[in-house]
C-alpha cells in the first residue's frame, strides 16, 4: 500500500520561515506534489520533485529525498494569505490510483 | 480559459437516495478524475475517466459510478447514500499525455446526506 505522514497543524509568525514535512511508503515512486488548500477552495498545484533536491517557484520551495522517502515544503517571507491545508501527495507505479494524497497539515499565519 | 467547473455547489441528501454531481474540466483537457474529501483529511481517489472509460478505480465500491461525455465533461453517481458519503467532492482535470502529478481542481460540490 501507501501511505504518507505530515504534521497535522503549524503555526508560524508573519514574515518568518515555515517548513512542513511530509514521509511516504510507497513502491515504484514516481515523484512528490504539494497542494495548497484555503478552506472552502479547491486544492491548487505549488510543485513537484521527482529528482532529488530542491526546486524553488518565488517564495515557494520543496525538497525531496527519495533515498529517505522524505520531501518537505518550505514557505518564505509568510503572508498572511498563506494560512491554508498543504498536502503532500505521491505518483506511484503501483496501484491504480494517480495521485495518493497525505492527510494535509493546516498552516496558521499570525502576526 | 476556463478552469474546472463543478455543479451544484450544495446537496443535500437522505439515507438510501441517490444522487448525481456533474463536472466539467479545464479547457483542452481530456481526462477527468474524481475524488472525495472527509472533513480534515486529504482527497481520496475514487475513479478516472478517459475517452469515456473507466481507466483507474480507487477502493470505492460499486455505489459509486460514473461517466464521461464526447465533449470529456463527467458524472458521478452515488446509489444508495450512506451517512458516511457525507463529504467534498472534487473533479480535477488533466491531460492524458501530460503529467498526472499537475491536475487541476475544481470548486467541488458538498453533499450531506441526512
Known amino acids: 500500500g501507501q501511505s504518507l505522514e505530515q504534521p497535522s497543524e503549524v503555526t508560524a509568525v508573519e514574515g518568518a520561515i515555515v517548513q512542513i514535512n511530509c514521509t511516504y511508503q510507497?513502491?515504484?515512486?514516481?515523484?512528490l506534489s504539494w497542494y495548497q488548500q484555503h478552506d472552502g477552495g479547491a486544492p491548487t498545484f505549488l510543485s513537484y520533485?521527482?529528482?532529488?533536491g530542491l526546486e524553488e517557484t518565488g517564495r515557494f520551495s520543496s525538497f525531496l529525498s527519495r533515498s529517505d522517502s522524505y520531501g518537505y515544503l518550505l514557505l518564505q517571507e509568510l503572508q498572511m494569505k498563506d494560512s491554508a491545508s498543504y498536502f503532500c501527495?505521491?505518483?506511484?507505479?503501483?496501484?491504480?490510483?494517480?495521485?495518493?494524497f497525505g492527510k494535509g497539515t493546516r498552516l496558521s499565519v499570525i502576526a | 480559459d476556463a478552469g474546472v467547473t463543478q455543479s451544484p455547489t450544495h446537496l443535500i441528501k437522505t439515507r438510501g437516495q441517490q444522487v448525481t454531481l456533474r463536472c466539467s474540466p479545464k479547457?483542452?483537457?481530456?481526462?477527468v478524475s474524481w475524488y472525495q474529501q472527509a472533513l480534515g483529511q486529504g482527497p481520496q481517489f475514487i475513479f478516472q475517466?478517459?475517452?469515456?472509460?473507466?481507466?483507474q478505480r480507487g477502493n470505492f465500491p460499486d455505489r459509486f459510478s460514473g461517466h464521461q461525455f464526447p465533449n470529456y465533461s463527467s458524472e458521478l453517481n452515488v446509489n444508495a447514500l450512506l451517512l458516511g458519503d457525507s463529504a467534498l467532492y472534487l473533479c480535477?482535470?488533466?491531460?492524458?499525455?501530460?503529467?498526472?502529478?499537475?491536475?487541476?481542481f475544481g470548486p467541488g460540490t458538498r453533499l450531506t446526506v441526512t
Open positions: 480535477a482535470s488533466s491531460l492524458r499525455t501530460g503529467v498526472s502529478y499537475e491536475q487541476y
Open positions: 510507497t513502491s515504484g515512486f514516481y515523484g
Open positions: 520533485n521527482a529528482l532529488d
Open positions: 501527495a505521491v505518483r506511484s507505479l503501483s496501484g491504480n490510483t494517480p495521485l495518493v
Open positions: 479547457s483542452g483537457h481530456d481526462t
Open positions: 475517466y478517459y475517452e469515456e472509460e473507466e481507466r
